[in-house]
């Protein structure tokens, strides 16, 4: 028996569809209270009802999307769904029976997590099929011809089991009640009315064949459409779309490109932001969009633009920390606000906390946190000046924050683990979401009542619960100008100049699904959406948005020619619908090159995102090295020594450079502060002290189990050590007997005080000379002169700031065969030691390097006091320089540049504005 049919009302091409939707609805406003309208989307919903309320006062009528006619409020959530399907899936033993579906059997080789993902996979089969009103019963005996028949058979087969499950529970699924037609019509609605229903899924259209009320369809033209208004595939698949007679089609390169060309033609067309319709069938253009007409002083919103409530990200966190509760997990939950109460506030100051000790101490669990606490207390014990002792305890209340961070969180994850999962998130939620924002404690009442069925550890329930919390739709500012439509919403849209982004292949006409269950020849055979369907409704709809605009409007079409991330775009193939000559002008326009980005970059940079730098006043005090850093590049030095901008690595699980050089430095310090142990004269027990103390040490700052990569590097370390003592032996043997280690001083030179520490001071016992050592770890040595500078030739790269400078040049032995000649200071380090120290008869390195030949003492040749006199005039041109406020301009090229991440690919320049100078 034939059911209902509904009657059609055509508003015609020629005005635009939206408003004259509701002038119809109007024109017959009596009838409003008791209407239920049916839009494609619910923004389209609110277009018409913000249409309905222009006109003026009246009763709305009911607006729904097709969804509502498959809404089934008895029917199983779907995360008890999902659970009926993990527990089937997880009890099957023998999976030689689901072989056609499965050739591999699942979960071997796989995470313990395996059967989530595929549950919410074949979940989404189930879901997909509810537009054709059927379940996999009813579609494996469609499919029974098919050479798919045998996996539709298996599916169907695990579908019975898990109705069964559902059953057992008390629960009917959605699918089930929607193959049913199973619908409760509320009560006072007089009249369906389809409003630019294009699509009607074959359930939706079996609901209303059943309506218990007359059905109406309203669409604009008559062309090619059935008796619910959908566009005929036939008619449709083929027909030619004529390109907009008022308007354009563009092509551009990339989303950035595309905005820019949006914003032109919009500007050009010269109308009133209210006569405008914008949008974009690319969400990547669509922001763009956003970014570009808002730098143009234009406030326009994304509505299609939504994001994951911050809950969803912090319980991933939360998972985390609960599977491996260490440093990494910490952090990550610290720069959630919701951790906030857990750790008693003060999360900034907590995680600097962390990240100081992971990035000096490489901290990763609670009882490294404590271990560095003991560590520090003897230091700041041990400390020769009040200056290291008050460096030593800020880093001290660092650890102590960190182990009461690290406890904080404890307490509330043993809270959390000590019940069931149920009651320990329903007590978390009450402090990390106390309003309920997400929507979790509806999620905690549907799935209570099955959690006694099964037994799941609660990282399973966490994720669960991540992925069944919906996404929050972006706030629209009150002052926008427009709103960026998305493809379904356009045609209700009341602008004359219609301007549409990302015509291209895949998104016009828009594919229908991605599932690998699903595929399209599939989805033919069971009657399903598929690229002929898609086809017939976008070119129907761009037919009639391009007709609707003919005689008074402007229709701007865009597309592009590449992603951001630079994969190839095709043009839509509803803009290629014609045939002869004129195809061939299409082709030619549609596939011509076109300017590539911006610097050939997939991204743009933004003035926004300039660093912005501070003012500060020029530093008090420096340190010998910090002279290297202004001869290098006086801005890069400006952010080090006044801003003290430096990055960190505390992610990392091995030493880094600094790291390995520090250690090695604490051992050689302890060595020379033991009176017996520096007055040792044979290597093997040179080596036996330092090997021991060094084991001291990494026990102390790391812990007796040390990563693999720290062990590996602790055997380096002990072979250049091995090799310090056979250096050691011999220089001891010279008679060169170690006074002092780490050596403080200071150095007025100017009005700033210059701040060093002398690894090593030695008097020989013999001669009575005396000389100063600077430990170098580097893997190579190339000289002590060469660390210092550079000699001056015609090719000799001079940075902006150092140009005609006459106090950056010495004479110093780096010609051929160590003669003097003209060199550029780079470094003043050993020299400002020399200075300090007064009369010194030599000045050099002990390196410990990667190889035995690296290894040894590297004297300054012929050093004396016209050395140290340059060095001094540089060091006080360097302070006039800085105290000047002469940070400006940065050096083009550095070796090693630690503020790479600011230029953006750019030079500093163009990047940074020196308002921070004088």
């Not at 069931?420 to 007590?427: A, D, T």
Request: net charge negative; proline share 5%; glycine share 8%.
């Amino acid at each position: 028996m034939l059911g209902m049919r509904p009657t059609c009302d055509y508003l015609g091409s020629d005005s635009l569809f939206g408003p004259a939707v509701v002038d119809w609805l109007w024109a017959g406003k009596e009838a409003l209270p008791g209407m239920l309208v049916v839009v494609p989307t619910s923004q389209s919903g609110r277009l018409l009802r913000e249409g309905l309320a222009e006109k003026g006062g009246a009763l709305a009528p009911r607006v729904v999307t097709s969804g509502y006619f498959l809404h089934t409020g008895e029917g199983a959530p779907e995360a008890v769904e999902v659970l009926a399907w993990v527990e089937v899936l997880e009890g099957i033993e023998d999976w030689t029976r689901y072989e056609a579906a499965f050739p591999q059997q699942p979960g071997v080789g796989e995470e313990a997590s395996w059967s989530l993902p595929l549950a919410k996979s074949l979940f989404g089969v189930r879901a997909g099929l509810v537009e054709g009103g059927m379940m996999i019963a009813g579609a494996a005996e469609r499919m029974g011809e098919s050479i798919e028949a045998d996996r539709w058979q298996v599916l169907a087969d695990l579908e019975r089991k898990v109705e069964s499950l559902l059953e057992s529970w008390g629960f009917e699924s959605r699918s089930a009640l929607v193959s049913q037609n199973k619908i409760d019509w509320p009560s006072g609605i007089t009249e369906v009315v389809l409003a630019g229903m294009v699509d009607v899924s074959p359930a939706v259209v079996r609901v209303l064949e059943s309506s218990p009320v007359p059905v109406r369809v309203l669409a604009g033209s008559d062309e090619g459409l059935d008796d619910w208004g959908r566009p005929d595939q036939e008619h449709w698949g083929d027909r030619e779309i004529s390109w907009p007679k008022s308007g354009s089609v563009t092509l551009s390169g990339d989303p950035i490109q595309q905005a820019e060309c949006a914003l032109e033609k919009v500007a050009r067309g010269g109308r009133a932001s209210d006569q405008v319709t914008l949008g974009s069938v690319d969400e990547e253009v669509a922001a763009e969009l956003v970014r570009t007409f808002g730098r143009a002083g234009w406030t326009i919103h994304n509505p299609g633009e939504t994001a994951n409530h911050s809950l969803v990200a912090w319980l991933s966190a939360w998972r985390a920390y609960l599977r491996r509760p260490e440093a990494a997990e910490v952090m990550d939950l610290l720069s959630f606000r919701e951790t906030g109460v857990l750790v008693k506030h003060r999360r900034v100051a907590r995680s600097r906390a962390l990240s100081s000790l992971r990035n000096g101490y490489l901290v990763r669990r609670s009882d490294d946190a404590t271990r560095v606490v003991d560590l520090l207390e003897r230091e700041v014990k041990a400390a020769g000046t009040e200056r290291r002792a008050k460096y030593l305890k800020r880093s001290l209340e660092d650890a102590e924050l960190t182990v009461e961070t690290y406890a904080n969180l404890a307490k509330s994850r043993d809270r959390f683990l000590s019940g069931s999962f149920h009651e320990g998130m329903r007590s978390l939620l009450a402090i990390v979401d106390p309003e309920n924002e997400s929507g979790s404690l509806e999620w905690l009442h549907e799935t209570e009542p099955v959690a006694g069925e099964t037994k799941r550890p609660a990282s399973f329930w966490l994720e669960l619960l991540q992925s069944g919390l919906q996404p929050l739709a972006d706030y629209a500012p009150e002052e926008r100008a427009l709103d960026v439509q998305g493809w379904l919403e356009l045609s209700f849209e009341k602008g004359n100049h219609l301007v549409i982004c990302g015509m291209n292949e895949g998104l016009v006409p828009g594919r229908p699904g991605t599932d690998s269950w699903l595929p399209e020849g599939t989805r033919r055979v069971l009657g399903l959406s598929s690229c002929e369907s898609r086809r017939a409704r976008d070119a129907y709809l761009l037919a009639g948005m391009i007709a609707s605009r003919e005689e008074n409007g402007r229709v701007d079409l865009l597309l592009g020619k590449s992603t951001g991330g630079g994969d190839v775009l095709q043009p839509s193939s509803l803009l290629l619908a014609s045939k002869g000559e004129k195809l061939a002008r299409r082709v030619s326009k549609l596939f011509k090159e076109v300017p590539p980005p911006e610097d050939g970059l997939s991204w743009r940079h933004e003035p926004a995102w300039d660093c912005q730098v501070k003012k500060l006043p020029p530093p008090e005090r420096l340190s010998v090295t910090a002279f290297s850093d202004y001869l290098t590049c006086p801005f890069r030095f400006y952010l080090k020594h006044v801003v003290k901008m430096q990055e960190s690595e505390p992610e990392r699980i091995e030493w880094n450079a600094r790291d390995f050089g520090t250690l090695i430095h604490v051992v050689l310090e302890d060595f020379g502060r033991d009176p017996e142990a520096r007055d040792l004269s044979s290597e093997k027990e040179i080596g036996d002290w330092i090997h021991q103390d060094l084991e001291r040490a990494l026990q102390e700052r790391i812990g007796r189990e040390l990563p693999a990569a720290i062990r590996i590097q602790k055997e380096v370390m002990k072979k250049r050590l091995s090799w310090f003592a056979e250096c050691q032996a011999a220089q001891y043997a010279e008679g060169w007997r170690i006074t002092e280690v780490e050596k403080n001083f200071q150095l007025k030179i100017g009005g700033i005080e210059v701040r060093g520490q002398i690894d090593r001071i030695e008097e020989n016992e013999v001669t009575g000379a005396k000389r100063v050592l600077d430990y170098k770890t580097k893997s190579k040595d190339h000289g002590v002169v060469k660390a210092h500078a550079v000699q001056i030739k015609s090719n000799t790269n001079w940075p902006e700031h150092l140009k005609e400078v006459e106090a950056v040049k010495a004479m110093l032995p780096l010609g051929y065969r160590g003669k003097e000649a003209e060199a550029r200071w780079t470094n003043l380090q050993v020299p400002l030691y020399a200075l300090a120290m007064g009369e010194l008869d030599s000045v050099g390195y002990f390196g410990l390097g990667a190889t035995r030949s690296n290894v040894g003492v590297y004297l300054w040749p012929d050093f004396g006091s016209a050395d140290v006199e340059a060095a001094r005039e540089c060091a006080e041109w360097i302070v006039g320089q800085v105290e000047a406020r002469v940070f400006w301009p940065p050096a083009e090229k550095v070796k090693y540049d630690d503020y790479e991440k600011l230029r953006f690919g750019k030079s500093l320049e163009n990047v940074i504005k020196p308002t921070f100078t004088a």
